[in-house]
């Protein structure tokens, strides 16, 4: 599987992303400098990390979301490769467009780092399908500023069309309804708060992220 | 010796009266006099009065620190470098490796302004690991805060959390530990001490030393503002009503401006371009190129107009004491400027050539066309005062009878109240604000509860433990008996999960040392480490001096902090304190004699601090080390846990707590196992048994497999008093010993859980 993760400045979950993959797939991704302006050709996923992009400056992902990278992350999203965009990476998402909705302060105003079980809200979808049924997970979550807001509108038709992919059990950050991943309308492009990359050794607390990476391996 | 150069012109020449503003005392000011041969400018007496504050010139304790060992087989740096450097043995590609790492205190500052003084103190002892080539991969730290029920508390804990949080989680380097007391002696004077550790390859090791003359003298990172003038004068004075005047002097942290410069430094050192580095911290461009000029034996000329400056007609004096953060100095070898150049630009950072270094062994600073500073800087250094300051020996305290000590009216319900006191209490609160796992290597963190964090050396099966200990209630009672528990604690605690401690930094936070009784605490408390570090072989590398600690002239209780760091050869062996499972044997390793003075039991439930802290016999340290580590090879896992605040109750609670299973003391294990039983406490009182805070000691938990009992059979005869004792089972949900307690898990974890969250939300004091 051929894939690449974008490096923003203040990216800070970029190598685990990275060694994460690699893992999985066997593969090393390719580390993109957000200063670039084209993507490796064919690639199966492109991973947004974690992070504090700019520091989280004016709004957590705003200005990553102008990077010189960003036509060349909407032209491959548009064609259907499949993105994933975790935690400040959910955030860039939404700031360019390619998910709707906006990540607001944590609803208790605390930075919040926990395992935090999740709902597979969609287990057919291209990242849960390796779960096979499984309907719960564990991911660790570690955000500031991870409540998931957008019109009613638009939070009936992500639930509507199954492209709410994960709820959390526990909201831990006050998000609209239990909201902690979201797809786009082509499900190709998963946004979501949890660090799937950060739950793939038991030694480390538990490996419930790996079937997220085999999914879109699998469908690659 | 005597400096003849003409002084710079227009500048007026100091008086004495100018020299006591800056800090220095009247014989300092001679000594300046003498070595200059005239009366230095403003500038020049600026630079004097920082480099022989109390904070960078160690004056009133580098006496005294020589006492510590500081040398070892690991050991590849010591103390007078940014931070200490371990071997710690081949990397993932067989490279050799290093740990580098150093505790720091920003106490002053984070009483002022809570979250920019924790946050700015996490980027400070960041900088000095990163400066010397190790990439940061573990924050810890250790906080002090006054009474729960004083007014200020619960707002200078929420503001310093806030602040470690957002600078450690934004920068990406994960806060894995730490250790949070409350008591009304830091009322007045918090204390806020943060340890960072980096892993480096050893021949990429960084160093302030090693610039010749010739070469371009490097300014990266931000930019020049007039925060922080005077920080590290201001650390080495006392407080007084008023301190909210001193707010100007808090610099603000810019975390992502530090990752920034984290990589580009990492970057550019995987060159061959950097002759010699430092960050820009305390003293700020002054104390980072007079240490460069030191260290190398060469002189410094700068020209301040080229220094990137943030406000509009800063002075010379304001940019050579500014403590804005996040910027480094270094000084490149020839030709090499557009390299760094290229890399920086790379990072988007501020960077700029200011100046060069000479062969005159002089500072020289330009500003504004004119000569405004031209000093020796030999005398900076070489001629810094250094006090033997007179010193009292602290009184024994008297010993208190266990006899004398009532026991609880309910058992119960004394538990139940330890387990939430404020010093034992879950610190859950505090810890989930904190990324514990950004980099992926995070084994255990504060959140396993385990008596160390381990994190992975990253691309290997290695580990590091790491560690911060010291109980001040010991050490204000008995300085050298508690200087010495400091040291026993960590050690225990690395051992506890089967590391092999290689090296710890201190930091050592006591009042005012200009007063004798708080000099013979000083003084004892680091012969009761240096005795403690050289008995367990536990070299002291690096460290911080906190002096001053003190508001209204009442001192903090003496405060000398141990960060220990241990090597795990095969993370896959490591025991953890949530490990026990139903049907365990509970193993009590070390001597109980059921030491009642200072302990948490005396002042939690008896409401009384005093007595004597428990003995700290080294030896035994070692043996009972060696009986843990004798379950460890066992062949079944093993969890374990070391005995210290609250005695063999807090720990065991502790234990079937992480565990999720109950215990049950005193009980037949079972009499078809080798005739084994548990057995009963033989100090008389089974209070003092339960609550005493002996030293020495570890609970265990073990399968009751033939191997096992075999190894308890063997070495029940063996060595001082009894190696291991069986004191009871894991089972059920309860924890019962003997009639007096019997508790369900769920209320244990109420109690433990319960408290900060609420006195947090200002349910309770």
């Keep these: ?220 | 010796m005597t400096d003849a150069a003409a002084p710079p012109r227009n500048s007026a020449a100091m008086t004495l009266e100018d020299a006591r503003e800056h800090g220095l005392s009247e014989e300092e000011w001679g000594v300046v006099l003498d070595r200059l041969g005239r009366p230095p400018n403003l500038v020049e007496l600026g630079v004097f009065s920082v480099m022989w504050s109390e904070h960078c010139s160690y004056k009133s304790s580098r006496r005294h620190l020589r006492k510590l060992p500081t040398t070892g087989p690991r050991v590849i740096q010591g103390p007078g470098e940014n931070a200490g450097v371990v071997d710690i043995g081949p990397g993932p590609n067989g490279e050799p490796q290093a740990c580098i790492f150093k505790m720091e205190s920003h106490n002053h500052p984070s009483f002022i302004e809570p979250y920019q003084g924790a946050a700015t103190g996490v980027g400070g002892i960041l900088r000095d690991v990163f400066t010397m080539g190790a990439r940061p991969v573990a924050l810890i730290n250790a906080l002090r805060f006054g009474a729960p029920e004083h007014p200020k508390t619960r707002s200078l804990v929420a503001g310093v959390v806030a602040g470690i949080g957002g600078y450690g989680n934004c920068v990406g380097v994960p806060t894995v530990g730490g250790e949070t007391n409350f008591h009304a002696g830091y009322n007045g004077n918090i204390l806020v001490n943060a340890m960072a550790v980096g892993i480096a390859d050893q021949d990429k090791i960084f160093y302030a030393r090693g610039a010749e003359p010739g070469q371009s003298i490097v300014y990266v990172g931000a930019k020049t503002g007039r925060d922080g003038i005077h920080g590290a004068t201001m650390a080495s004075a006392e407080f007084s009503e008023g301190e909210d005047e001193k707010r100007p002097t808090v610099q603000v942290g810019d975390p992502f401006k530090e990752k920034l410069l984290i990589e580009a430094c990492l970057e550019l050192m995987a060159t061959d371009a950097i002759a010699a580095i430092q960050d820009m911290g305390a003293a700020g461009l002054t104390s980072s190129s007079v240490e460069m000029a030191d260290k190398g034996g060469i002189g410094v000329e700068l020209d301040l107009d080229d220094v990137p400056q943030r406000e509009e007609n800063m002075t010379a004096y304001e940019m050579m004491l500014s403590e804005s953060q996040e910027r480094m100095l270094m000084i490149l070898k020839p030709g090499r400027e557009a390299e760094a150049k290229a890399i920086f630009e790379k990072w988007d950072l501020d960077a700029a050539v200011i100046g060069q270094t000479t062969d005159t062994g002089r500072l020289v600073l330009r500003h504004q066309g004119e000569t405004v500073c031209d000093i020796p800087v030999a005398p900076l250094a070489d001629d810094a005062p250094n006090y033997d300051r007179p010193w009292t020996v602290p009184p024994k305290p008297a010993a208190v009878r266990t006899e004398d000590i009532p026991e609880p009216e309910d058992y119960r319900q004394a538990l139940l109240k330890l387990m939430a006191s404020p010093d034992i209490a879950s610190k859950r609160w505090i810890w989930e604000q904190y990324d514990r796992h950004v980099m992926g290597d995070t084994v255990d963190s504060s959140q396993s509860g385990t008596d160390a964090a381990i994190v992975r050396i990253h691309g290997t099966n290695k580990a590091l433990a790491i560690t911060s200990d010291c109980t001040p209630r010991y050490v204000a009672a008995d300085p050298f008996e508690g200087g010495k528990q400091a040291v026993a604690e960590a050690y225990r605690n690395l051992s506890a999960i089967g590391a092999t401690p290689i090296a710890a930094t201190d930091n050592l936070n006591f009042g005012n040392p200009e007063r004798p009784e708080i000099m013979g605490q000083f003084v004892r408390a680091i012969e009761g480490m240096a005795e403690a570090c050289a008995a367990l072989d536990l070299p002291i590398v690096s460290g911080n001096v906190s002096l001053y600690n003190e508001t209204d002239g009442k001192a903090i209780p003496p405060t000398p902090v141990i960060g220990a760091v241990g090597l795990i050869e095969d993370v896959g062996k490591i025991a953890r304190i949530g490990g026990a499972q139903e049907g365990d044997l509970l193993i009590l390793v070390g001597e109980t004699r059921g030491h009642l003075g200072q302990s948490l039991y005396l002042r939690e439930i008896l409401g009384r601090e005093d007595g004597p802290p428990p003995p700290v016999d080294l030896e035994r340290e070692r043996m009972a080390r060696s009986y843990a580590l004798g379950m460890h090879a066992l062949p079944s896992p093993i969890a374990v846990h070391d005995i210290s605040d609250g005695g063999i109750a807090v720990s065991l609670a502790e234990m079937c707590l992480a565990a999720g299973v109950g215990a049950e003391l005193f009980v037949n294990v079972s009499e078809a196992q080798s005739g084994l039983v548990a057995q009963a406490p033989d100090t008389g009182s089974l209070c003092a048994w339960l609550f005493g805070e002996d030293q020495a000691r570890y609970l265990i938990a073990a399968k009751p497999e033939p191997d096992t009992l075999g190894l308890l059979s063997a070495a029940t005869n063996r060595g001082w008093e009894q190696g291991y004792q069986i004191i009871g089972r894991f089972s059920g949900d309860a924890l019962k010993i003997a009639d007096k307690v019997d508790i369900p898990l769920a209320d244990i974890r109420a109690a433990y859980e319960g408290w900060l969250p609420a006195y947090m939300a200002g349910k309770s004091a």
């Design chain 1, 1 to 220: 599987m051929k894939s690449a993760v974008i490096v923003f400045p203040g990216s800070n979950c970029d190598r685990d992303a990275a060694v994460a993959i690699e893992g999985i797939t066997g593969q090393t991704p390719a580390m993109i400098w957000h200063k670039e302006t084209e993507l490796p050709d064919g690639l199966d996923l492109i991973v947004a990390p974690g992070g504090f992009s700019y520091g989280d400056y004016l709004r957590c992902g705003a200005i990553a979301a102008r990077s010189a990278i960003v036509p060349a992350l909407k032209r491959e999203a548009d064609r259907g490769v499949a993105v994933i965009g975790v935690c400040n990476g959910f955030q860039v998402l939404c700031e360019t467009g390619l998910l709707p909705g906006a990540l607001l302060r944590n609803a208790g105003l605390n930075f919040v780092c926990r395992p935090e079980p999740l709902e597979i809200a969609n287990a057919n979808s291209r990242f849960t399908a390796a779960y096979q049924g499984r309907r719960e997970v564990v991911f660790p979550i570690a955000h500031h500023d991870g409540n998931y807001v957008a019109d009613e509108d638009t939070l009936d038709r992500l639930e509507g069309d199954g492209r709410v992919i994960f709820r959390y059990r526990d909201n831990p950050n006050g998000s609209a309804r239990d909201i902690a991943g979201i797809s786009n309308e082509m499900g190709n492009v998963l946004g979501l708060m949890p660090h799937p990359e950060r739950a793939v050794d038991l030694l480390h607390g538990g490996d419930d992220g790996v079937g997220l990476f085999q999914s879109v391996l699998e469908a690659a």
